[in-house]
């Protein structure tokens, strides 16, 4: 069975800066999605960035961006620029690409933007 | 946009009560979730369904039952409430098929037992 870590159960960084957020996971496929969602008090998942398995280039959604390591079956997500916006709980994901498949999540992220 | 409502925001309900949290969507997608969602423990599945009447088990259904009588709900059911099923549920749903067309999420409901 596929399954997701988070290492880090709380996170803080200063409004402006830099902060990467880890998570691994592990499966015995080869192709297959990753995600990171975001949840803020309102409790709306949103998803934040997606990457396919099969591609190289890694994701990048204006100040998000991911380090996928394929072989190390790592993925972080670095938010650039923070903003008190940014305080969520954050949530990374995995899916199979076969249809069907459900979302895995890791254990969750709280990140705290301190102004 | 795709909506997933939930219809209760929050509910408190006593031990041994069958509860019913309902999900609905308002577009055609196959694929619905329940998820329960603990601290520590990130979002965990508890049941599935792929189409109407159909359901599959998720990783933690003990205690829970589904229905999908029509696409667009689908109801997660204690059967009789327990203080440990207290917890915030969480509803999603998905276009079918094996490309990602991207999961929309209700906004929870936090359900407290007492």
């Known amino acids: 069975a596929q399954t997701v870590t988070q290492s880090q159960p709380e996170m803080s960084v200063q409004e402006a800066e830099t902060v990467t957020l880890s998570c691994t996971y592990d499966?015995?496929?080869?192709?297959?999605?990753l995600f990171w969602y975001k949840q803020p008090p309102s409790r709306q998942m949103i998803l934040v960035i997606r990457q396919e398995a099969y591609k190289q280039q890694n994701a990048t959604e204006n100040r998000f961006s991911v380090n996928f390591q394929k072989a190390a079956k790592s993925f972080s997500l670095k938010i650039s620029d923070s903003q008190l916006g940014d305080a969520a709980m954050y949530f990374c994901?995995?899916?199979?690409?076969?249809?069907?498949?459900?979302?895995?999540f890791g254990e969750g992220t709280q990140l705290t933007v301190n102004p | 946009d795709v909506k997933v409502t939930q219809s209760s925001r929050y509910l408190v309900k006593r031990t041994g009560e069958k509860v019913f949290l309902e999900c609905v969507q308002d577009m055609d997608h196959e694929n619905m979730f329940w998820y329960r969602q603990d601290p520590g423990l990130g979002l965990r599945l508890i049941y599935f369904?792929?189409?109407?009447?159909?359901?599959e088990k998720g990783d933690i259904p003990e205690g829970y039952s589904v229905s999908r009588e029509k696409k667009e709900r689908f109801s997660l059911i204690l059967e009789s409430a327990s203080t440990n099923q207290t917890s915030m549920y969480l509803c999603?749903?998905?276009?079918?098929?094996?490309?990602?067309?991207?999961?929309?999420f209700g906004s929870g409901t936090r359900l407290t037992v007492v």
């Open positions: 994901a995995y899916r199979r690409t076969t249809s069907g498949s459900r979302l895995t």
């Open positions: 999603a749903n998905r276009k079918g098929g094996g490309e990602d067309y991207g999961y929309t």
């Open positions: 369904s792929y189409d109407v009447k159909m359901k």
């Open positions: 499966t015995s496929e080869s192709d297959y999605y």
